[in-house]
Every structure is written in C-alpha cells, then in structure tokens.
Antibody, heavy 116, light 109 residues
Framework: QLVESGGGLVQPGGSLRLSCAAS????????MSWVRQAPGKGLEWVSA????????YYGDSVKGRFTTFRDNSKNTVFLQMNSLRADDTALYYC???????????WGQGTMVTVSS | QSALTQPPSASGSPGQSVTISCTGT?????????VSWYQQHPGKAPKLMIF???ERPSGVPDRFSGSKSGNTASLTVSGLQADDEADYYC?????????FGTGTKVTVL
C-alpha cells in the first residue's frame, strides 16, 4: 500500500514537500516513481529513485526544480518541489516499480495547487 | 521525452475487440521491451494491465493482450465488457526516463 501526503495550495515560486509512506512489501528492494496528472489531463512521469538511492531520474519539465529522495528506515519516499509554477498543478501519485517502466502499486494521490 | 502518441478515442460493442496503438521512438518504445499499459477509471488511480510489452500481472484477464512492432506498441482488449470503459495509457522506459502516452478513452457502445 502507498499513502501520499503533503499536498496543498502554494503560491507560484513557492516550495512543497510530498511524502509517500509504503507498507506491505520490502521497500528497499524496489525503485519508486512520482507520476502526476493535471486536472482533466493525462499521466506524466515526474521522477524515479532506485531502491538504495544510487540513481535518480527526472522528467524534463521538473529537472532542476524537483528532487526525489527516500528514507528506507521509514519506508518513505519524498518529492521536494521548488520554484513551483501554475503548470505544476496536478494530482501527484507515487508508484512502485516492478520493472523498468512498469508500476504495479499506486497510491491514491495528493493534490498540489499552485495559484496566487 | 515527448509523450508517446495514442489515439484520443476508441470504441466497440460488448463482445467485440478494440486495439489501441502507442507510438514512440527508437529511444523508448523501439529501444526496449519495457512497455506497460494502465487502465484508469474516473477518479481512480491507474491500474497496471500489461508490462514488458505482453506480460499480464496476476489477476488481469487474458482478454487483455499486448504486442510491439518497431516503435509502436499495441494493447488489444477482446470480448469487451462494460467495465472496460476507461482511459488507457501506455508507458515506456527510455533508459534514463519513463514516458507515458497521451491516453485513449475507450467507450463500450
């Protein structure tokens, strides 16, 4: 199970940190991704982090602004979002990888709204 | 990292089949056998239906099948049922990124 938290309303240029608490599987064994969905739009992959945090990858639209990290002692993955823009407004899901590009467990999402 | 191209909509009557295409590049769809498909009902989180082009997770009916040729992957839903009406997204691994398709709304007539 994955449970996201930390979403909310933030002004343009502001920062927000999302959390995703995992349970029911060996957390350190799996890479994790963040995926977002703007209202009425499609899915957009945001970032991924390997099980031991050795590597992180980011989508072009968030590179340099967002950082993903994890605390395996707390079975939690985070998304630090800085310099937020209106087009970052979306429902943010965390998702567990089973293989490259495949996500078998998804949370219910946490909503981020960037607006003045 | 351009979004993979899917048709906006597809439809079929109950019992019929529908096939959705997903076109990428040689850097993603064509370069790896790591294409997955997701079903999303309104207000719900996506559900994995196919991974690694044609593999079905446990619990997914064999009415769902996947394939790939060159830079284009496809999802076929056979024996359409009312509950198959949903949005479908493909996703491909691209080495240092993952990329989703634009999404296809499947309507069961």
């Amino acid at each position: 199970q994955l449970v996201e938290s930390g979403g909310g309303l933030v002004q343009p240029g502001g920062s927000l940190r999302l959390s995703c608490a995992a349970s029911g599987f060996t957390f350190i064994s799996y890479a994790m991704s963040w995926v977002r969905q703007a209202p009425g739009k499609g899915l957009e992959w945001v970032s991924a982090i390997s099980g031991g945090s050795e590597v992180t990858y980011y989508g072009d639209s968030v590179k340099g602004r967002f950082t993903t990290f994890r605390d395996n002692s707390k079975n939690t993955v985070f998304l630090q979002m800085n310099s937020l823009r209106a087009d970052d407004t979306a429902l943010y899901y965390c998702a567990k990888h089973i293989l490259h590009g495949s996500f078998d467990i998804w949370g219910q999402g946490t909503m981020v709204t960037v607006s003045s | 990292q351009s979004a993979l191209t899917q048709p906006p909509s597809a439809s079929g009557s109950p019992g019929q089949s529908v096939t959705i295409s997903c076109t990428g590049t040689s850097s993603d769809v064509g370069g790896y056998n790591h294409v997955s498909w997701y079903q999303q009902h309104p207000g719900k989180a996506p559900k994995l239906m196919i991974f690694d082009v044609s593999e079905r997770p446990s619990g997914v009916p064999d009415r769902f099948s996947g394939s790939k040729s060159g830079n284009t992957a496809s999802l076929t839903v056979s024996g359409l049922q009312a509950d198959d009406e949903a949005d479908y997204y493909c996703c491909s691994y691209g080495g240092t990124y993952n990329v989703f398709g634009t999404g296809t709304k499947v309507t069961v007539l």
